[in-house]
Each structure stands twice: as structure tokens, then as C-alpha cells.
């Protein structure tokens, strides 16, 4: 038999949580019981928001304009170093002692968009704010810069979750596979 022996499926933090419900988790919950029922042995990572988000994509436009024009209110979220992703799904890959299991991955404490702004700001040593826009200036903003319509509304939707304190939790899932720490925001901000 040559098919697929094992999968290792990246999801996202608080999908399938009761009582952290939210329909922009559906599909990544239907792609979950997707894998589980697929015969194959898998296992499951649902990381926190990337720490990578200020420093590649829109996100850092953001930080090198000076503003993080973002709907997430006053949330905190857990953020996590994509390293420390790609480390967990690596261990959990190459031992099958982690068949069958969920790990949900996040930094060591939460941070509002305020507090990130000023660690960043720290970081870079210029001045970046974080601007609490509503969820429908939010959507305004993204369809004018490109997005459509349907992607604005999930970017929104996403931030939704942050803006709703539905974020505000530790997850060790890094210190379970690993056995250390995850790396702390500041570290990852200054280097």
C-alpha cells in the first residue's frame, strides 16, 4: 500500500473548542475531521497567532508605517514564533508516540495590539501605535487596499476572536512535544 501513512495537519488555536465557537473556524474543523477519518495516523497543531504577522506580509507594512490598523479591540492573544511551530510539527512527525493527538501551541503570555505595538516599538527603536479600528472600518480599509470583499470579511471575522477576549489563554503544547519554553514575543521582536 502506498498511500498516506501519517499526516500531521497545521490548524489553528481554538478550533473545536467548547465554547470558543466561531464560523470562521468551520472549515479548518471540517478539515480536522477530515484527517481524523482518513485512516491514516495523524495528529493535530493548532497554533496561536504568529508572531511572523508583524514582520512579513501586510502586518509589517503596518509596523514600518508606524500604525497596526487591525478590528481586535482590547483582546490579548498568545502569540507564537512560527519556529517554534515548524519544531513541534517536526517532533510530532518523526515519533509515533504523538498518533492520535491534538497540541494547541501559543507564546508564553498574551499581548493586546497595544502591548505589541510597544514592544515592537522597543524592538525597532520608531514609534509604531496600534489603531482600534471598528469591525466595518476594518473591512473598509482591506477591500481598499485590494482585498475582496469575502477575504475582508474573514480577515475581520478572524480578528473578531481577539476582539471578543476569546484569545486571552496559555496553550502548552510546546512544552509538552518539546519539553522547553516557547519563545517569549520580546526575544522574537529584537532579533
Known sequence: ???????????????????REFAVYESSLELEHAVKDS????????????????SED??????????IRFSAG???????????????????LLDERHTGQTYSLSGPRTLTMTEVADELTTAIG???????????EHVAELTGIGLTQEDAESVRDLFAVIRNHRSEYISHGVEEV??????????????
Open 1 to 19: 500500500d502506498d498511500g498516506v501513512r501519517r499526516v500531521v495537519l497545521l490548524s489553528g488555536r481554538g478550533v473545536g473548542s467548547p465554547g
Open 39 to 54: 485512516g491514516a495516523d495523524w495528529t493535530i497543531v493548532r497554533p496561536a497567532w504568529f508572531m511572523q504577522g508583524f
Open 58 to 67: 501586510f502586518g509589517h507594512e503596518y509596523v514600518m508605517a508606524g500604525e
Open 74 to 92: 482590547t483582546g490579548a492573544e498568545a502569540w507564537i514564533d512560527t519556529a517554534d511551530i515548524g519544531d513541534v510539527m517536526a517532533a510530532v
Open 126 to 136: 520608531r514609534q509604531v501605535r496600534y489603531v482600534d479600528l471598528e469591525p466595518d
Open 178 to 191: 518539546l519539553g522547553r519554553a516557547p519563545r517569549d514575543f520580546t526575544d522574537w521582536a529584537r532579533s
